[in-house]
């Protein structure tokens, strides 16, 4: 995502369709003037971004909250944005049936509901042209007895086994997995661990996927990308940024040093890393929508140009030598380097504004959106007033 003399996954970021329409919190939606309303909006908006950072050239899909009747024309207007689709993303959660789950449910006609709309999503993806199956489960019990914990993981493997079979040929399933919310007691996907053994029983198509956000506190995640690199089954990000839960604030934000040793295991896993999905999952509550799609991209890109920087040969040496706090050093060297003459550099060279964060706030797109979509009467949500 840095240039595009690099031009491999990592030289691109997602941006997610839902970042760019009214979200919030379970308090209050608080609706923002010109917030896109549809897909096709939420498409203009993302080609804006990508126009004016030259690197999010694609967005993530939810179904059904994106969904049209005709795919071909989405996909149309989606390369009239300059954008493409990227991920799809199957929603198993926010229908009544789901209420004890959907690929786990212990009942089976809910279980065939959940697998017959990942099906469509595959088909979704062969009409899109999207290479990746997205896969987050609200999946999970509230108190111990609830259900059979090895019972939900014999249904969720068939489910997706059954799933994994109408992949397009050069399709990759994501398997995301979280620690909690909205069950409680137990996630049928509760962490990494869980998510690779299933990937590993499915086939070479089946990767994980990291949620930056999808973690308990004080957990390593540079590790476990490092662990699964290795492995060959990191499959993708979901960056975003986290103080408490899943709380999906702008990446880099609070912990830009845990964005700097993702983006060191990256780097150094060379090739392993060759063909990892960058995208963002941010909700966007007070925050203007497309400015904090901004700065999401900009500090991952900060982020990536720091670990470019890292002197690897010399980590090297110092390891191998039990130099403990010079190769901590070294790390720091790159982290405290400031990357932005760098990065503005690249922009220019892409003949694009040295900051797009100026060249947003110089322009009228923002008010322009504004006066023809207006404020979003129905952006209440939260708590029934
Ligand atoms: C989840 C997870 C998924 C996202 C949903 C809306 O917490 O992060 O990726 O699709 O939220
Ligand atoms: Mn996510
Ligand atoms: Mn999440």
Same mark, same amino acid.
């Given at each position: 995502?840095?240039?595009?003399? +690099?031009?491999?996954?990592?030289?691109?970021?997602?941006?997610?369709?839902?970042?760019?329409?009214?979200?919030?919190?379970?308090?209050?939606?608080?609706?923002?003037?010109?917030?896109?309303?549809?897909?096709?909006?939420?498409?203009?908006?993302?080609?804006?971004?990508?126009?004016?950072?030259?690197?999010?050239?694609?967005?993530?899909?939810? $179904?059904?909250?994106?969904?049209?009747?005709?795919?071909?024309? #989405?996909?149309?207007?989606?390369?009239?944005?300059?954008?493409?689709?990227? /991920?799809?993303?199957?929603?198993?959660?926010?229908?009544?049936?789901?209420?004890? !789950?959907?690929?786990?449910?212990?009942?089976?006609?809910? +279980? =065939?509901?959940?697998?017959?709309?990942?099906?469509?999503?595959?088909?979704?993806?062969?009409?899109?042209?999207?290479?990746? *199956?997205? *896969?987050?489960?609200?999946?999970?019990?509230?108190?111990?007895?609830?259900?059979?914990?090895?019972?939900?993981?014999?249904?969720?493997?068939?489910?997706?086994?059954?799933?994994?079979?109408?992949?397009?040929? %050069?399709?990759?399933?994501? $398997?995301?997995?979280?620690?909690?919310?909205?069950?409680?007691? @137990?996630?049928?996907?509760?962490?990494?661990? #869980?998510?690779?053994?299933?990937?590993?029983?499915?086939?070479?198509?089946?990767?994980?996927?990291?949620?930056?956000?999808? @973690?308990?506190?004080?957990? %390593?995640?540079? @590790?476990?990308?490092?662990?699964?690199?290795?492995?060959?089954?990191?499959?993708?990000?979901?960056?975003?940024?986290? &103080?408490?839960?899943?709380?999906? *604030?702008?990446?880099?934000?609070? %912990?830009?040093?845990?964005?700097? =040793?993702?983006?060191?295991?990256?780097?150094?896993?060379?090739?392993?890393?060759?063909?990892? /999905?960058? #995208? $963002?999952?941010?909700?966007?509550?007070?925050?203007?929508?497309?400015?904090?799609?901004?700065?999401?991209?900009?500090?991952?890109?900060?982020?990536?140009?720091?670990?470019?920087?890292?002197?690897?040969?010399?980590? !090297?040496?110092?390891? *191998?030598?039990?130099?403990?706090?010079?190769? @901590?050093?070294?790390?720091?060297?790159?982290?405290?380097?400031?990357? &932005?003459?760098?990065? =503005?550099?690249?922009?220019?060279? #892409?003949?694009? &504004?040295?900051?797009?964060?100026?060249?947003?706030?110089?322009? =009228?797109?923002?008010?322009?959106?504004?006066?023809?979509?207006?404020?979003?009467?129905?952006?209440?949500?939260?708590?029934?007033?």
């Amino acid at each position: 995502m840095l240039s595009r003399s +690099r031009r491999n996954s990592s030289s691109s970021i997602s941006t997610p369709s839902w970042g760019y329409g009214n979200s919030g919190t379970r308090f209050k939606t608080f609706a923002w003037p010109g917030a896109a309303r549809n897909v096709a909006e939420k498409l203009a908006d993302a080609g804006y971004v990508h126009k004016l950072t030259g690197v999010a050239p694609s967005v993530a899909i939810h $179904i059904p909250w994106d969904k049209t009747d005709d795919w071909n024309a #989405m996909k149309q207007y989606a390369a009239s944005q300059g954008v493409s689709i990227g /991920a799809v993303n199957p929603n198993v959660f926010q229908d009544s049936q789901y209420k004890l !789950g959907s690929i786990t449910n212990p009942n089976p006609s809910v +279980r =065939e509901e959940a697998i017959a709309h990942m099906v469509e999503c595959c088909e979704i993806m062969e009409k899109t042209g999207s290479t990746i *199956l997205s *896969l987050w489960f609200a999946d999970g019990t509230n108190y111990s007895g609830q259900d059979d914990i090895r019972e939900r993981k014999h249904r969720m493997e068939s489910a997706l086994a059954e799933t994994y079979k109408h992949l397009p040929k %050069n399709g990759r399933m994501l $398997i995301e997995y979280k620690f909690f919310e909205p069950g409680f007691y @137990h996630t049928d996907f509760g962490d990494w661990g #869980m998510a690779y053994a299933t990937a590993l029983k499915l086939g070479d198509q089946a990767e994980v996927l990291v949620d930056t956000g999808h @973690h308990a506190q004080g957990t %390593n995640i540079a @590790h476990i990308v490092a662990f699964l690199l290795d492995e060959k089954r990191l499959g993708g990000f979901h960056f975003n940024a986290r &103080r408490y839960a899943d709380d999906d *604030l702008i990446v880099g934000t609070n %912990n830009p040093l845990e964005l700097f =040793e993702i983006f060191v295991e990256l780097v150094s896993a060379g090739d392993l890393a060759k063909d990892v /999905a960058y #995208m $963002i999952d941010q909700s966007h509550n007070i925050e203007p929508k497309i400015e904090a799609m901004l700065q999401s991209i900009l500090n991952c890109q900060s982020a990536y140009a720091k670990a470019l920087l890292v002197d690897y040969k010399a980590l !090297g040496q110092a390891q *191998l030598s039990g130099d403990v706090l010079g190769a @901590h050093r070294i790390l720091l060297d790159a982290f405290d380097t400031d990357v &932005r003459p760098l990065l =503005e550099q690249v922009r220019i060279e #892409m003949g694009l &504004r040295p900051d797009p964060i100026a060249a947003y706030r110089d322009d =009228e797109y923002a008010q322009k959106v504004a006066a023809e979509r207006g404020t979003d009467s129905g952006a209440g949500g939260g708590f029934p007033t």
